[in-house]
């Protein structure tokens, strides 16, 4: 969503990036786009009065370049995001918003650059143009422990050195919330206690990190996401490596957190059960961004992967349901 | 977590640090019972050769062997955490090599006055050598393979050295030798001042990080995340290490493997994170070399063994201990 005004009282908000809006006796026209250039949107809108006999001439007037500040409502807006390596576009022009609670997958091929996003989202790697906005406020102006608190990341894998325990890891999640000098108090210990019988780990919390199962190390690295006290949860192929009860429990969890999620999913078919919206990638360009039902279709999806897809329903759950086939005329594509 | 098993166990250790420099005093050729030193220490000694004995030898010796333990532990406490190597010695990135040219320069040049010389050249070789070892480190992007990097420049520095030597006069030659064997045998007061200082400015430091230097453990990408610099972080650590060893090596010579060894000891104690790592590592260290350091005096008649040979001779086998110990992983 996009308003327009101050932050606390828009004077107008719009729900879609262009439309047209009436309101007492003028009719706008405005579309919103970002400035890939400038860490901007630029407002553009349209004007003409209209009464009974008299019709206007269109007036341009453009709000060119209006602070976003001024413009975004919504918890994570990206605008225009470029990374290239070396001249070659590793992300190509991607804008999206983020409202709060959302359970986003993204999906797409190998390379497509998923997981760059999610560290471009991240700060982990510097876009080379276009901006973020977290909470009406340019990303590169959060410190990188002010972005901790807000953003937890689960990544594919952890590399644990010595036998580091599951309470250490989940502990972990205190540093951001934390100034020097400072121990644990009984506070802490509580949430991290709370963290662990949410995430269902709070057996023995001596045990060392790299005995768990993937699953349980996935647990407790969302069990340090809540500790984190992050508003948006980053996870990275959380069901790589799972078997196929880890990867319902793991999704059902995150699910369940009810805060916002950012993932990439590999299975298109436990994105289209456990999100809400999915943006499909593909070299690097944001193909689709819709619900699962709009984004998973047959013609997208075989396009994107280059095999033959079919779709049905899932009888229980009513998600969409994908297959694919090595089309034969795959060898002509290759 | 602070436990009571972990409160239980850093008293205990504590209690071991405190009896090991209580005991230690009394122990060497002079014959000086506890009551003696008692007395000393409130001033009144029963001879001028006691309080001597006291005062300048014995007392300098124990204590520059508990902070030189203390810091040499600690620092590969927190090489190893901070390299994520787990046979990281703060010697075999460069040091002891550069300390070792710093030493053979000084022995070279300024023969006359080596009781100031000395300490301040290995000093500054120290720093040198570090500083190169970072610049490479830095220039191939890769601060987690500083190790590999210690190790190339450790082997050209002693390369020059012995150079310099080789062209030199026996007598230098032989100083340097044993200069570099380790040793607490020359140690004064004013030394002991100096590194507690350091190593007290080092744990000030550690404490401070200590949160960031525990989100390492799971690597720099999960540190990352949670808001750390991980190279800031890394580069701030070394210059930490650098300077505990680089000013005990000044003093003391080489003395290899305390800081590869007790922190592996003190982690099946106490776990891995930070804060009880380096308290653990503080006091075992500290008690480990009064220890080697009372058998080094003691171990011959009429002779010191130096203590580098000693710790590098148990640190060996223990560095292969290690080794049989995680060849399945």
């Known amino acids: 969503m996009l308003c327009l005004g101050s932050q606390k009282e828009p004077d107008i908000c719009f729900n879609n990036r262009a439309g047209l809006h009436e309101s007492n006796s003028v009719l706008i026209f405005y579309f919103i786009t970002p400035s890939p250039r400038s860490c901007a949107y630029s407002f553009y809108l349209f004007n003409r009065q209209y009464s009974s006999g008299s019709i206007g001439r269109w007036q341009n007037e453009i709000f060119a370049e209006h602070g976003v500040a001024k413009l975004m409502s919504s918890l994570l807006s990206l605008a225009g995001i470029h990374w290239q390596v070396d001249n070659k576009p590793i992300l190509d022009n991607i804008s999206l918003d983020v409202d709060k609670g959302e359970v986003i997958g993204i999906i797409g091929p190998n390379g497509a650059g998923k997981t760059s996003l999610l560290r471009c989202i991240l700060q982990q790697q510097k876009q080379t143009s276009g901006c973020i906005y977290f909470k009406s406020k340019n990303i590169s102006q959060y410190s990188s422990k002010e972005l901790a608190k807000y953003f937890a990341m689960v990544a594919q894998k952890a590399a644990p050195i010595f036998a580091l325990t599951l309470y250490d890891v989940v502990r972990m999640g205190l540093l951001p919330h934390k100034t020097a000098f400072s121990l644990d108090n009984d506070h802490d210990r509580h949430q991290i206690r709370l963290a662990l019988e949410k995430v269902g780990l709070s057996g023995d919390i001596d045990t060392a990190f790299n005995l768990l199962s993937g699953g349980e190390q996935q647990r407790a690295l969302i069990a340090r996401a809540l500790v984190q006290q992050a508003e948006i949860l980053i996870l990275d192929e959380p069901t790589n490596h799972l078997d196929v009860y880890y990867q319902h429990q793991i999704l059902q969890l995150v699910k369940a957190l009810k805060i916002t999620v950012i993932m990439t999913v590999h299975d298109l078919n436990l994105a289209a059960q456990y999100c809400q919206r999915l943006l499909l990638l593909d070299k690097g360009k944001l193909v689709c961004d819709n619900t699962p039902d709009k984004v998973l279709q047959p013609e997208i999806l075989s396009r994107v992967f280059n095999l033959d897809c079919q779709r049905d329903q899932d009888p229980v759950t009513g998600a969409p349901r994908v297959y694919f086939h090595l089309a034969e005329h795959a060898d002509d594509n290759a | 977590m602070i436990t009571p098993k972990l409160s239980l166990t850093l008293f205990l250790l504590l209690l071991l640090c405190i009896i090991s420099t209580g005991v230690a005093l009394t122990i060497g050729p002079a014959n000086i019972g506890a009551e003696e030193f008692i007395n000393c220490y409130l001033g009144s000694c029963s001879s001028q050769m006691t309080e001597m004995v006291v005062w300048q030898v014995r007392t300098p010796r124990v204590l520059v062997g508990l902070v030189a333990g203390m810091g040499l532990a600690c620092a590969g406490a927190i090489l190893q955490n901070t390299t994520r190597n787990p046979l990281a010695d703060p010697y075999l990135f460069g040091i002891v090599s550069g300390a070792g040219l710093g030493a053979t320069i000084a022995n070279i040049v300024l023969a006359d006055e080596l009781t100031v010389a000395l300490p301040l050249a290995a000093f500054l070789g120290a720093l040198f050598s570090v500083t190169i070892v970072v610049i490479i480190a830095k220039a191939i992007h890769r601060m987690e393979q500083i190790l590999l990097a210690g190790v190339a420049v450790s082997f050209m520095l002693s390369s020059v050295s012995q150079f310099i030597l080789y062209l030199g006069e026996p007598f230098a030659t032989n100083r340097v030798l044993f200069w570099l064997m380790g040793s607490l045998a020359r140690v004064e007061m004013f030394n002991f001042y100096v590194i507690a200082a350091v190593v007290l400015l080092a744990f000030i430091l550690i404490f401070a990080y200590h949160r960031q230097i525990d989100a390492l453990l799971l690597g720099d990408e999960s540190a990352a995340s949670l808001g750390v610099d991980v190279n800031r972080l890394r580069l701030l650590m070394l210059a930490i290490c650098a300077a505990l060893t680089a000013t005990i090596v000044a003093y003391c010579g080489g003395i290899g493997f305390v800081g590869l060894m007790i922190p592996h000891i003190v982690r099946q104690l106490v776990g891995v994170t930070t804060l ?28 010191e063994v130096p203590i580098g040979i000693i710790t590098s001779a148990i640190g060996s086998v223990f560095f292969l201990a290690i080794m049989y110990k995680t060849r399945n992983n």
Do not use: Q
């Open chain 2, 276 to 303: 009880p790592l380096i308290a653990g590592s503080a006091l075992i260290g500290g008690s480990f070399l009064i220890w080697v350091d009372v058998a080094a005096r003691s171990a011959l008649e009429n002779a």
